[in-house]
């Protein structure tokens, strides 16, 4: 038996309105962070194809991802609809649809709607058809900022917004740091496995901070590259964090290329924080003691040599104490507790960096 015959809370509602007008995400006065489209790959990406290639394999299938990709704008329609067409993907088994290959959206900086796919039509996604769309309602109707955010681990070849025929579009109201925080790191900085976007701790933080950002997380691919270094590098930030741990593949791995990372950005950027975060499953890794060592050890190894702008996070602290065993869902990715915990550990230590 269907579960939305027995509960229609679970039924997904589908665009009928016959007064509904629709945009091309990719226009104004939409504002676009964290991703941006591209021509020739003709599909939202989060780094240039170009270098994503210089990388490696896993890193230029990785930035086709939209992870962090966020469309904002402002309106008084009593509806948002959205359309999106996605490319045919894997069905993850660990991990929500709609966090993996759904949106969510935001009015006025809270949560209020997501928006997903079913499982058969993300398996059966061809680049020239709708793969869904979906509408939500929203009252009383006045003007609100609205963010839609973009899926953990799906892709986004094109998106629509349906409004109401008559009603306002405005840009949205800026963010209060305009100049976004980096993220680099694993599966874990992507956003695996949050139950939708913006649970990631990331987007959390971000949305405290009310701060732009991109989200550079690799899953199983971020291991601190020369070409990956000199992306960063590149980056207009105001902090980089370096959360990529969990994909060196071993200590050894990590010695050699973990400074070497943080001195190719700060030979960029003189005085821009840098933060250093350790990954945060450390009691089911007999190599976290060793890898966190590495870790500290640049951290330490600036601040000797004078730089005042950097600052350390310990992995093990991310998830607290009470309650570790909660917070993730196979004892690595963290669930929606387990991002909301690193999320509060985090906010502090940015929140003073950026001042």
């Known amino acids: 038996m269907d579960i939305t015959e027995i509960d229609k809370n679970f039924k997904l509602p589908q665009v009928n309105e016959p007064d509904i007008e629709w945009f091309d995400a990719r226009e104004t006065p939409f504002a676009l962070h964290g991703v941006f489209f591209d021509e020739q790959a003709d599909r939202f990406l989060r780094m240039p194809d ?3 290639r210089q990388v490696s394999a896993g890193v230029h299938f990785g930035a086709y991802v939209s992870t962090g990709g966020r469309l904002r704008f402002s309106t008084n329609s009593p509806y948002i609809a959205i ?7 894997y069905v993850m088994n660990h991990m929500p649809v709609v966090g993996s290959h759904g949106f969510s959206l935001y009015a006025d900086g809270r ?29 009383p109707k006045k003007e609100y900022d609205f963010d839609l955010y973009f899926p953990l681990y799906g892709g986004v070849i094109r998106l629509y917004i349906g409004l109401q025929k008559g009603c306002v579009l405005n840009a949205p109201k800026p ?12 599966s874990i900085t992507q956003g695996g496995c949050a139950s939708r976007p913006g649970n990631d701790y ?18 199983g691919n ?14 207009d930030a105001s902090v980089f964090v370096l959360d990529y741990d969990y994909n060196a593949p071993n200590a ?10 943080y001195e190719r950005i700060r030979s960029a950027h003189k005085d821009t924080p840098i933060l250093f975060i350790s990954k945060p499953d450390f009691e089911y890794d007999g190599q976290s003691a060793k890898r966190r060592a590495v870790i500290i050890e640049t951290y330490e190894k600036a601040k000797a040599n004078g730089d005042k702008n950097v600052a350390f996070i310990d992995g093990e602290t991310l998830f607290g104490t009470f309650g570790r065993d909660g917070c993730t869902v196979d004892t690595c990715h963290p669930n929606d507790l387990g991002f909301y915990r690193m999320a509060e550990t985090v906010y502090p230590v940015l929140k003073a960096l950026l001042k």
Not at 202 to 219: P, Q
């Open 50 to 52: 170009d270098v994503s």
């Open 83 to 89: 359309k999106a067409i996605i490319p045919s993907e």
């Open 111 to 139: 949560f209020f709607a997501m928006y997903t796919p079913q499982n058969a039509e993300i398996v059966k996604a061809n680049p020239n058809n709708l793969a869904f769309n979906m509408i939500r309602y929203i009252a």
């Open 175 to 186: 963010y209060t740091r305009q100049k976004p925080i980096v993220f680099y790191g694993s």
């Open 202 to 219: 990331a987007s959390l933080v971000c949305k405290w901070l009310d701060s732009d950002f991109i989200n550079l997380g690799f899953s």
């Open 222 to 235: 971020a291991k601190g590259e020369p070409a990956m270094a000199e992306h960063l590098a590149s980056l």
């Open 252 to 261: 050894e791995h990590l010695q050699a290329t973990h400074y070497p990372l």
